[in-house]
């Protein structure tokens, strides 16, 4: 059930049959501590390694990662991780490309503003998520529309565009 | 002196009163340097350690290939020396800059790493499809190091029992674009309850770091010879368990950050008494000094010369010892 209501989230924001892509030939698995539930993706062949554990084992050993993070649950809302976004590039339009400068802004936490987007499909509504991409067309992170993008072309170059989510900037900030 | 060139006891006592308090370090330190190395030696070290260790990196090919993170990292500045036995190593002089600021160090292309921390993984040579065991994994350079020498195939088993520490290794394993580790949090003395059949183990065993004093003053004062001690006894259980845990044929590094002969040599020795099936083999690949087979005059194992050193004063990196061993397989 959970991992329909994932599908259908992940579908429903990057396109049909994008979550089948993501997976390949492999398997999700989720690790739930108190807080959340994380979602990994990993080869059939280690589902017994992995998920079957006795309890021999867990009593020496907690699970903290295995294959790619696929995301996170919380709140009844399931959040990419950072991991799986280039893998998502590929496979999705909702792509937002921004100037050298906005991209370096992204990476510190910053939110997208309109003198940094250098282009994005037409169609992407207001609250959709993009994956934010340098002129490199490197993944840097995701963010959520903050308008339809249609009407990006009348902001005023300090005016939002795109809320920051997750950037790779997180992996160095993460770690003080 | 003593009429053999050495310095007699008292000799040793005196000089290292001296030199302890003109370098800033505990007076058994040096002690030790003296009775280790003799005074010449002792003195090079020292000195050595005033000086700060070249910046090095690992290019991360699982993200790019050498030849465009090192031309991107040229494009900002930053000089790159390849490391002559390392592929993907390279000493890095980023002006001045912070290596980790770098959209390419963000981005996973690289991974700022000690030389010999790099040397550890090659030395093991993990191949494509095998199943390998980083013990004691974190922060995560040489897991992501395993992973990127297998091209992501097979299976890196990573343990780290410290749960801060668990945090910066799976931080890591996503930004370098690892697909094949499996992280557990736990004592890595207990790896029989995993029942797994390792091929290769990496154990880079928590020391207490002595060889890190070029890169970390503090460590002049910091441990005492307990704590020392306190180390040895638990890389001993560490190495005994990874020895058990090995499948037959298979291959076992052990290194750590530590000059001391008493964390190396004499653990080494200790399980090469205690394990008959296993034996040290020779590290094809050409760096650093033999491991010693006399230290402090005490005899040991004569294979452990195949072992190697790097020490800051005949290398210009911090100091490690390195060891590779391979288990005898069931039809030996």
């Known amino acids: ?41 990993i080869p059939v062949e280690w589902v017994e390694k992995v998920v079957n554990q006795d309890e021999a084992i867990s009593a020496f050993f907690e699970l903290r990662l295995m294959g790619i993070e696929l995301g996170q649950m919380a709140k009844s809302r399931f959040f990419l991780s950072l991991q799986v976004l280039p893998f998502l590039q590929s496979l999705t339009e909702n792509i937002l490309v921004v100037s050298s400068r906005g991209a370096e802004a992204f990476t ?8 940094s987007v ?25 963010a959520a529309l903050a308008l339809d993008a249609e009407r990006v072309n009348r902001l005023a170059p300090d005016k939002l565009v795109a809320k920051n989510l997750a950037d790779i900037g997180w992996y160095i900030r993460r770690l003080g | 002196m003593v009429s053999d060139g050495h310095m007699s006891r008292r000799q ?20 030790r340097y003296l009775s280790l ?17 070249r910046t090095s990196i690992r290019m991360n090919t699982l993200k790019a290939s050498v030849e465009q993170t090192a031309a991107r990292l040229n494009e900002k500045g930053v000089d790159l ?58 922060p995560g350079g040489k897991t992501t190091h395993l992973a990127q020498m ?35 949090r736990g004592d890595a003395r207990k790896i029989e309850h995993l029942e797994l059949d390792p091929d290769r183990i990496l154990l880079d065993a928590p020391c207490s770091g002595e060889g890190l004093i070029p890169l970390d003053s503090s460590r002049k004062t910091s441990k005492t010879m307990a704590d020392v001690r306190f180390c040895a006894t638990r890389e001993d259980e560490l190495l005994d368990a990874a020895v058990r845990a090995l499948k037959p044929g298979g291959v076992l590094v052990y290194s750590t950050c530590s000059i001391a002969p008493e964390e190396n040599e004499y653990v080494v020795d200790e399980i090469l008494g ?51 061993m391979e288990k005898e397989s069931e039809s030996d």
């Open chain 1, 1 to 41: 059930m959970e991992w329909e209501s994932i599908t259908e989230q992940i579908d429903g924001e990057f396109g049909t049959g994008v979550t089948k892509g993501l997976l390949g030939g492999r398997v999700p698995v989720a690790l739930a501590d108190a807080e959340t539930r994380t979602l990994y993706i």
């Open chain 1, 118 to 142: 250098v282009g994005m499909p037409r169609w992407l509504k207001r609250g959709q998520r993009v994956l934010i991409v340098n002129e490199d067309r490197e993944c840097i992170g995701i």
């Open chain 2, 81 to 138: 020396q390849q490391v002559e036995w390392l592929e993907c190593g390279f000493y890095a002089d980023f002006h001045g800059f912070s290596p980790g600021a770098l959209l390419e160090h963000m981005l996973g292309h690289y991974y700022v790493q000690g030389v010999p921390s790099m040397t550890v993984v090659q030395a093991l040579d993990p191949q494509p499809h095998e199943t390998v065991l980083d013990l004691a994994a974190a």
């Open chain 2, 12 to 31: 040793i006592r005196d000089r290292a009163k001296v030199l302890a308090q003109e370098y800033g370090y505990l007076q058994y330190m040096i002690e």
């Open chain 1, 108 to 115: 510190y936490g910053k939110s997208i503003l309109k003198e």
């Open chain 2, 274 to 324: 205690r394990h008959p099936e296993l034996r040290i083999v020779p590290i094809d690949l050409d760096f650093g000094d033999p491991g010693y087979t006399n230290p402090f005059g005490v005899s040991l194992n004569d294979s452990l010369r195949l072992a190697r050193r790097f020490l800051p004063h005949n290398h210009g990196t911090e100091g490690f010892f390195i060891c590779k």
């Open chain 2, 37 to 53: 190395w003799g005074e010449e030696e002792t003195l090079r070290f020292l000195e050595a350690c005033e000086e700060p260790v």
């Open chain 2, 150 to 184: 297998m091209n992501n195939t097979g299976s890196v088993i990573a343990i780290e029992q410290d749960r801060l520490r668990v945090a910066s290794l799976q931080s890591n394993v996503m930004r370098c674009g690892v697909e094949n580790a499996i992280v557990y």
